[in-house]
């Protein structure tokens, strides 16, 4: 009895701990990680865990336990470790006739491999037998499996298999077809037409989850290839019929969510009808009632029903819709911006910024609830109705807009970003709608009163123009910057430099009742300020004191007070002229240099005897005509600190010459770039308004060459003139060892990695460029393979040999997007270039990029000019890098 019961005992403990090479449950592992305190002692658990999983799969002996330990190892997957050794056991799992072992190999298949795997091959088999069989969730999982990672070869091999399933009378089975096709109309986009009739056949059913899986794959098919619209817009009555019954059904409870039946086929539904509606009337007009009826009777008060009002907004705004249904559409939004929501505001505005250009008018009916979202704490609210108001503004509206948005500037607080934007804004929409010269005065001058600290330099100088260019507006102008300076506790220097610089111009308005009463006449009736009144020359001096003893004034309004204090020497009487003189001398001993030098000028100007020299020196600026952008007055790199006018030149231009200056104008800011010139103190004047003088910039030494693939960027020794072989020696030096052809298109050597090493048929060489008369304008073909047709559209100007400007055209030539495309250049030593970016990295069939750039070569006649080419970019998810092509067909 004791050896029975110890017998007993050791089995039992056996089972309890288990034998040394097996490993433990699923359910055991979690709770041992869980239970771990430091990452040491996790990466323990783990790895001990791997190495017995990994013993049980060396042996080789089905203990049933296969997949529990494919199982663990998709949780130490999902842990971040490295399970690489477990991809053949879920295919071998994936083969067994069990459906709880299948069930895992086909979760690890999905998770552990992807389709870029050559491992994946193996499984083609597998899948088709899956497909076959009679127990519809095998054919699930087999579904599944290729929806998730279906290379293009399985999708080729299979898809007739997935066709098959269409005509199954499961819906389980068909709903997974369906979802299976997207992916195989995405990796084989040729295959569209073999899935039309299909994708159609699922429309006739009642079951809503193959509704969705058809309508999302009729929808991808249109997107990668809209010619086969044509062949779906027959569908449109049956669509209609669908959501017709949608709207009108009772309440079904596996379908109703918030008293809504199924809300996301209904969007589904809206979409596709949006797509079909788009570019035929006949359509559009199949499905206007419907959408009528939805948009009338949905409900609101929730998000489901908001979705489907905004889907309805979208499919009636882009289709040809009457223009009763548009100002239903509009109305919605119009509600949406009443809500309390943020994201259903937010999409109301960018909605309406997308359609303002078809109904203006509906808008403008809803611009008082557009201006209300301006108080929103959302700052993307604000942002997106200030583009909307700035949208809206017409000739007729100007005024009361304007208003409102100088109203908000005034109560608004904080966000001086927001408050710059806001400034902008307003400042680009009286320039452009200015009903008034009065008008266009009072609004600049409201904005530099309020909201003066964010406001850039170029408001001040609109200011300066218009009083300049209209002197019966000078008196009003003085008197209502006098009068803001004096009642502002705090005065911003944007004020205090534009009231000072009036007062030193037109002080003599603030001393005549002739000019109170033109400056009274000027008042708008709503101004809440007094009346203006003569102001006496103590009070004007007594005021300017004040500013300057102020902590908060700089050295350049100093600078302006002590301009305004000799200029007010002449427009007051000899009585004020010992004092102003007095407060200019003290700054004689100023530390500032400018205040200095400009004190001691003034004081030996004051002492003039000859009072008809001094009143030509300190009379009335003259205005110029227009506003001179600190970009064009600009001398040796000075930078802007208020205005990024250097921003880069736009890179879709179509016209030669547009091209041709904005590279001359890239070429001399880059040349002018890395000069530091010492900057002299700038005297007081409002900065943007200067003569109109254009200075030719002196150019730069060009620098060596630095190359873009890993060559020595050290300056280049001059070496004797090569011929047009030593040249491409020498760029081939650069990209590699590799030969590279010369003519100017891409070597047939380039390996197709769908299609395996079938070489591609090599482009014949281009003949040479003819020239012109004149500016010579050629092309050059670069590379024409794989989709992707790259041409070189140049020009060169006899004037300047050695310098040819180009656009590089890149046009995809597949039935689906290029991505990730790059082009890099490389020049030699004795030449020079000059990129911009391209438009875009994503080559869309039939839409082609450009690429502008420039090359020159410093030594033409004795050298070649010569240039190599690197195209990247990813065609149907592979990576194709095409080897270095040489381009030497340029006249010397």
């Given at each position: 009895?004791?050896?029975?019961?110890?017998?007993?005992?050791?089995?039992?403990?056996?089972?309890?701990?288990g034998?040394?090479?097996?490993?433990?449950?699923?359910?055991?592992?979690?709770?041992?990680?869980?239970?771990?305190?430091?990452?040491?002692?996790?990466?323990?658990?783990v790895?001990?865990?791997?190495a017995?999983?990994?013993?049980?799969?060396?042996?080789?002996?089905?203990?049933?336990l296969?997949?529990?330990?494919?199982?663990?190892?998709?949780?130490?997957?999902?842990?971040?470790?490295?399970?690489?050794?477990?991809?053949?056991?879920?295919l071998?799992?994936?083969?067994?006739?069990?459906?709880?072992?299948?069930?895992?190999?086909?979760?690890?298949?999905?998770?552990?491999?992807?389709?870029?795997?050559?491992?994946?091959?193996?499984?083609?088999?597998?899948?088709?037998?899956?497909?076959?069989?009679?127990?519809?969730?095998?054919?699930?999982?087999?579904?599944?499996?290729?929806?998730?990672?279906?290379?293009?070869?399985?999708?080729?091999?299979?898809?007739?298999?997935?066709?098959r399933?269409?005509?199954?009378?499961?819906?389980?089975?068909?709903?997974?077809?369906?979802?299976?096709?997207?992916?195989?109309?995405?990796?084989?986009?040729?295959?569209?037409?073999?899935?039309?009739?299909?994708?159609?056949?699922?429309?006739?059913?009642?079951?809503?989850?193959?509704?969705?899986?058809?309508?999302?794959?009729i929808?991808?098919?249109?997107?990668?290839?809209?010619?086969?619209?044509?062949?779906?817009?027959?569908?449109?009555?049956?669509?209609?019929?669908?959501?017709?019954?949608?709207?009108?059904?009772?309440?079904?409870?596996?379908?109703?969510?918030?008293?809504?039946?199924?809300?996301?086929?209904?969007?589904k539904?809206?979409?596709?009808?949006?797509?079909?509606?788009?570019?035929?009337?006949?359509?559009?007009?199949?499905?206007?009632?419907?959408?009528?009826?939805?948009?009338?009777?949905?409900?609101?008060?929730?998000?489901?029903?908001?979705?489907?009002?905004?889907?309805?907004?979208?499919?009636?705004?882009?289709?040809?819709?009457?223009?009763?249904?548009?100002?239903?559409?509009?109305?919605?939004?119009?509600?949406?911006?009443?809500?309390?929501d943020?994201?259903?505001?937010?999409?109301?505005?960018?909605?309406?910024?997308?359609?303002?250009?078809?109904?203006?008018?509906?808008?403008?009916?809803?611009?008082?609830?557009?201006?209300?979202?301006?108080?929103?704490?959302?700052?993307?609210?604000?942002?997106?109705?200030?583009?909307?108001?700035?949208?809206?503004?017409?000739?007729?509206?100007?005024?009361?807009?304007?208003?409102?948005?100088?109203n908000?500037?005034?109560?608004?607080?904080?966000?001086?970003?927001?408050?710059?934007?806001?400034?902008?804004?307003?400042?680009?929409v009286?320039?452009?709608?200015?009903?008034?010269?009065?008008?266009?005065?009072?609004?600049?001058?409201?904005?530099?009163?309020?909201?003066?600290?964010?406001?850039?330099?170029?408001?001040?100088?609109?200011?300066?123009?218009?009083?300049?260019?209209?002197?019966?507006?000078?008196?009003?102008?003085?008197?209502?910057?006098?009068?803001?300076?004096?009642?502002?506790?705090?005065?911003?220097?944007?004020?205090?430099?534009?009231?000072?610089?009036?007062?030193?111009?037109?002080?003599?308005?603030?001393?005549?009742?002739?000019?109170?009463?033109?400056?009274?006449a000027?008042?708008?009736?709503?101004?809440?300020?007094?009346?203006?009144?003569?102001?006496?020359?103590?009070?004007?001096?007594?005021?300017?004191?004040?500013?300057?003893?102020?902590?908060?004034?700089?050295?350049?309004?100093?600078?302006?007070?002590?301009?305004?204090?000799?200029?007010l020497?002449?427009?007051?009487?000899?009585?004020?002229?010992?004092?102003?003189?007095?407060?200019?001398?003290?700054?004689?001993?100023?530390?500032?240099?400018?205040?200095?030098?400009?004190?001691?000028?003034?004081?030996?100007?004051?002492e003039?005897?000859?009072?008809?020299?001094?009143?030509?020196?300190?009379?009335?600026?003259?205005?110029?005509?227009?506003?001179?952008?600190?970009?064009?007055?600009?001398?040796?790199?000075?930078?802007?600190?208020?205005e990024?006018?250097?921003?880069?030149?736009?890179?879709?231009?179509?016209?030669?010459?547009?091209?041709?200056?904005?590279?001359?104008?890239e070429?001399?800011?880059?040349?002018?770039?890395?000069?530091?010139?010492?900057?002299?103190?700038?005297k007081?004047?409002?900065?943007?308004?200067?003569?109109?003088?254009?200075?030719?910039?002196?150019?730069?030494?060009?620098?060596?060459?630095?190359?873009?693939?890993?060559?020595?960027?050290?300056?280049?020794?001059?070496?004797?003139?090569?011929?047009?072989?030593?040249?491409?020696?020498?760029?081939?030096s650069?990209?590699?060892?590799?030969?590279?052809?010369?003519?100017?298109?891409?070597?047939?050597?380039?390996?197709?990695?769908?299609?395996?090493?079938?070489?591609?048929?090599?482009?014949?060489?281009?003949?040479?460029?003819?020239?012109?008369?004149?500016?010579?304008?050629?092309?050059?073909?670069?590379?024409?393979?794989?989709?992707?047709?790259?041409?070189?559209?140049?020009?060169?100007?006899?004037?300047?040999?050695g310098?040819?400007?180009?656009?590089?055209?890149?046009?995809?030539?597949?039935?689906?997007?290029?991505?990730?495309?790059?082009?890099?250049?490389a020049?030699?030593?004795?030449?020079?270039?000059?990129?911009?970016?391209?438009?875009?990295?994503?080559?869309?069939?039939?839409?082609?990029?450009?690429?502008?750039?420039?090359?020159?070569?410093?030594?033409?006649?004795?050298?070649?000019?010569?240039?190599?080419?690197?195209?990247?970019?990813?065609?149907?998810?592979?990576?194709?890098?095409?080897?270095?092509?040489?381009?030497?067909?340029?006249?010397?």
């Amino acid at each position: 009895s004791d050896l029975l019961w110890r017998g007993r005992s050791n089995k039992q403990k056996l089972k309890r701990e288990g034998s040394p090479n097996m490993s433990i449950k699923l359910r055991e592992l979690i709770r041992n990680v869980r239970a771990c305190k430091s990452s040491s002692e996790e990466r323990k658990v783990v790895f001990k865990e791997c190495a017995l999983i990994r013993t049980s799969f060396k042996e080789k002996v089905d203990t049933g336990l296969r997949h529990r330990n494919v199982a663990k190892l998709l949780y130490i997957h999902m842990l971040g470790y490295p399970t690489h050794f477990g991809q053949m056991e879920s295919l071998k799992l994936i083969a067994s006739p069990k459906f709880n072992e299948k069930r895992i190999g086909y979760l690890g298949l999905m998770l552990l491999l992807d389709e870029t795997q050559e491992v994946l091959m193996l499984v083609t088999n597998c899948l088709k037998n899956d497909l076959k069989h009679k127990n519809p969730y095998i054919v699930g999982l087999a579904l599944c499996s290729m929806g998730n990672i279906s290379s293009a070869d399985i999708a080729r091999d299979l898809s007739n298999e997935v066709i098959r399933l269409f005509r199954s009378g499961n819906p389980y089975i068909q709903k997974k077809a369906a979802l299976c096709a997207i992916r195989i109309v995405r990796k084989v986009p040729e295959m569209v037409n073999d899935f039309v009739e299909p994708a159609s056949s699922l429309l006739k059913t009642k079951q809503h989850s193959v509704l969705i899986t058809g309508i999302s794959l009729i929808s991808e098919m249109l997107k990668l290839k809209k010619k086969v619209a044509s062949k779906f817009r027959r569908l449109v009555p049956s669509l209609v019929r669908h959501l017709k019954n949608l709207l009108l059904a009772g309440y079904v409870s596996e379908y109703d969510v918030v008293g809504i039946t199924d809300p996301f086929l209904q969007c589904k539904l809206i979409e596709l009808l949006r797509i079909l509606g788009t570019g035929s009337s006949k359509a559009s007009e199949e499905m206007s009632d419907i959408l009528a009826q939805v948009s009338i009777n949905t409900e609101p008060a929730k998000n489901p029903g908001n979705a489907i009002l905004y889907e309805c907004v979208q499919t009636i705004m882009s289709i040809d819709a009457e223009d009763g249904l548009r100002h239903l559409a509009i109305n919605i939004l119009g509600r949406f911006l009443l809500h309390r929501d943020n994201n259903i505001r937010y999409v109301a505005l960018n909605t309406l910024c997308g359609v303002i250009h078809r109904d203006t008018s509906s808008i403008q009916r809803h611009k008082n609830h557009i201006v209300d979202c301006l108080k929103d704490p959302d700052v993307s609210i604000r942002r997106r109705a200030l583009d909307l108001i700035y949208a809206l503004v017409t000739k007729n509206n100007v005024g009361g807009l304007v208003r409102e948005l100088v109203n908000y500037l005034s109560v608004t607080s904080g966000d001086n970003e927001f408050k710059r934007m806001l400034t902008d804004k307003i400042v680009l929409v009286t320039e452009k709608y200015t009903p008034s010269k009065v008008w266009h005065l009072n609004t600049l001058l409201s904005l530099i009163e309020i909201a003066g600290e964010v406001t850039r330099d170029s408001v001040a100088a609109n200011a300066v123009l218009v009083a300049g260019h209209n002197p019966e507006l000078q008196p009003y102008t003085v008197h209502r910057l006098y009068h803001s300076l004096k009642k502002t506790m705090v005065p911003s220097e944007a004020l205090m430099r534009l009231a000072i610089f009036s007062i030193g111009e037109y002080g003599n308005h603030l001393v005549s009742q002739q000019s109170v009463d033109e400056a009274n006449a000027k008042r708008s009736p709503e101004s809440k300020q007094p009346k203006f009144s003569v102001v006496s020359p103590s009070d004007v001096l007594g005021t300017i004191k004040h500013i300057i003893s102020r902590p908060t004034c700089t050295q350049n309004v100093k600078a302006y007070v002590l301009n305004a204090l000799v200029k007010l020497s002449t427009r007051f009487d000899a009585t004020m002229e010992a004092a102003i003189k007095a407060t200019i001398k003290k700054y004689t001993s100023s530390m500032s240099v400018e205040l200095q030098q400009r004190s001691c000028e003034y004081t030996k100007l004051l002492e003039l005897s000859n009072g008809e020299i001094k009143s030509k020196i300190v009379s009335i600026m003259p205005t110029p005509e227009k506003l001179i952008r600190k970009s064009e007055s600009k001398i040796d790199g000075e930078e802007d600190d208020d205005e990024d006018e250097d921003e880069d030149e736009d890179e879709d231009e179509d016209e030669d010459e547009d091209e041709d200056e904005d590279e001359d104008e890239e070429d001399t800011r880059r040349k002018r770039k890395p000069r530091k010139p010492v900057k002299k103190p700038k005297k007081p004047a409002v900065r943007q308004v200067v003569s109109e003088q254009k200075v030719t910039p002196k150019p730069a030494p060009v620098a060596p060459l630095a190359n873009l693939f890993e060559v020595d960027t050290s300056p280049a020794e001059p070496t004797p003139a090569p011929s047009q072989g030593d040249a491409s020696n020498i760029l081939s030096s650069i990209f590699g060892d590799s030969p590279a052809p010369s003519n100017g298109v891409a070597n047939a050597g380039t390996t197709n990695l769908l299609q395996g090493s079938t070489p591609i048929q090599q482009t014949a060489p281009s003949p040479a460029p003819s020239q012109a008369s004149g500016n010579s304008n050629f092309v050059i073909p670069v590379y024409n393979a794989q989709g992707v047709n790259v041409i070189f559209q140049c020009r060169s100007d006899p004037s300047k040999p050695g310098q040819y400007k180009i656009r590089a055209v890149f046009t995809c030539n597949n039935p689906t997007s290029i991505t990730d495309f790059d082009m890099k250049v490389a020049v030699p030593p004795w030449m020079k270039k000059m990129i911009k970016p391209a438009a875009s990295t994503t080559l869309n069939p039939g839409s082609p990029v450009y690429q502008f750039l420039q090359i020159i070569n410093n030594q033409i006649g004795s050298k070649a000019s010569v240039m190599k080419v690197k195209l990247d970019f990813m065609v149907n998810g592979s990576k194709q890098s095409i080897p270095p092509i040489t381009i030497n067909q340029f006249p010397n």
